[in-house]
């Protein structure tokens, strides 16, 4: 009796889990990025829901830690939800970085992206569904740009421009012929993101262009079009340094991962060192007619190294960028390891100064051999 009874509740407990649908193998799993949209969660949820009625799926939320809870509020929604999942990063920061590491803690055939903020159309998802299902493409996107008004709406003339101007750039590198490479809807076969991950970057937003950019032989892509919404609440973190750090990652692939990004950013700043060095040199010879050569080329230096470093501090190390404290003790570990560097700078520009008395040509040589000496130093002891 004891032991039909056993069976009969195991039955029980399985059928009911059967029923529930989270217990159904997930087919496919949604990652959606969120930095503070706490009051989106909820609203998105529910649109999927409607959406994704008849498949097995789940949503995963990576959240970089919000300030204003949503993290808490994933973990709320999760507990009345068995299709929702949360992913809290502490001390971390980036859309891509969080969108991989939602893709990586999926086991189902296929990852979809979408942002929380609702600007994406839930809707097209059955039909992107659908399209990697038929199994002859690897990755379907979901396009801005196959829908002229779908792109009037939702962003500004500048972020139009940006956007085509962003497309226009990554053709130049890519082998795979997509119409929005940027977008931040799209779904791929576990396949394609398991591949991809080890070489992708964890900062910024092109995710989608990292993925396609980092195989080797093109992909398989169809694209679906939709309508950008605006967004209703919260606001957009796409900033200048989304758009610096894409920059660098087309400058990257286009040399074919020989330079890595930061040393091509590294390098762009280096050059603004020299004029910012060059004016200062032009500056002081001109304010103080009396003051030599090498002391004036000393300071010019000086003022470059300065601008240089919260320059580097804001863009080319903005993942790893100093504050406070740290802003000042690194701005003096930086001007350490590049004293070793001025040494040179000035040596180098006052023997040639010496032989040759032409100012400029003596400076900037003077600045060049600096600035690589300080490349080198300072991404080993100062970041
Ligand atoms: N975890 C995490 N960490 N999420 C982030 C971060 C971050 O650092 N930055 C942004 N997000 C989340 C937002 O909360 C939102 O859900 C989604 O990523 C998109 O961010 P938005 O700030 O709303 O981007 P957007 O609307 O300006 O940009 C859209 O268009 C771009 C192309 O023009 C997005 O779809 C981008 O993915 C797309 O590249
Ligand atoms: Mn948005």
């Not at 009051?39 to 995963?60: C, M």
């Not at 230096?301 to 863009?315: D, E, G, P, Q, R």
């Not at 001025?342 to 040509?361: G, Y």
């Amino acid at each position: 009796m004891e032991g039909a009874q056993g069976v009969s509740s195991g039955q029980a407990a399985r059928s009911r889990a059967n029923k529930s649908p989270a217990s159904a193998a997930i087919e496919l799993t949604v990652v959606s990025p969120t930095f503070n949209e706490r009051p989106n969660i909820r609203p998105l949820t529910a649109k999927l829901h409607q959406a994704l009625d008849g498949v097995a799926w789940e949503v995963i939320f990576v959240d970089d830690d919000s300030p204003d809870g949503t993290a808490v509020e994933v973990k709320a929604l999760a507990g009345e939800d068995p299709r929702v999942r949360g992913i809290r990063r502490v001390g971390r920061r980036g859309l891509a970085g969080a969108v991989l590491e939602g893709a990586m803690a999926s086991a189902a055939p296929y990852v979809v992206v979408i942002d929380a903020d609702l600007q994406h159309d839930e809707s097209i998802l059955p039909q992107m569904l659908e399209t990697i299902r038929a199994g002859d493409k690897d990755l379907v996107v979901a396009t801005r740009y196959l829908d002229p008004e779908g792109l009037a709406q939702g962003l500004s003339i500048t972020r139009q421009r940006g956007s085509r101007l962003a497309t226009w750039l990554s053709r130049l590198v890519l082998k795979t012929e997509v119409s929005d490479p940027v977008s931040g809807f799209f779904m791929a076969r576990r396949e394609v993101w398991d591949r991809a991950a080890p070489q992708l970057s964890t900062e910024g937003f092109k995710v989608l262009f990292d993925i396609i950019a980092s195989h080797a032989e093109p992909l398989r892509v169809a694209e679906i079009p939709y309508r950008f919404r605006d967004r209703l609440e919260g606001e957009s973190k796409l900033d200048s340094r989304v758009v610096v750090d894409y920059l660098g990652l087309i400058l990257n692939k286009a040399t074919h991962d020989v330079i890595p990004a930061r040393a091509i950013l590294f390098g762009a700043v280096g050059a603004t060192g020299i004029a910012v060095h060059l004016i200062a040199l032009t500056l002081l010879s001109r304010l103080d007619t009396s003051l030599a050569f090498v002391p004036a080329q000393f300071l010019a230096a000086l003022v470059a190294m300065t601008s240089n470093y919260f320059i580097n501090n804001a863009v080319t190390y903005h993942d790893r960028r100093k504050r406070g404290w740290r802003l000042l003790t690194g701005y003096l570990a930086f001007c350490l390891a590049c004293s070793a560097g001025l040494f040179v700078n000035v040596a180098v520009a006052s023997f040639l100064h010496e032989r040759l008395p032409i100012t400029l040509l003596a400076g900037a040589i003077g600045a060049a051999f600096g600035a690589v000496w300080n490349y080198v130093t300072t991404a080993l002891a100062v970041w």
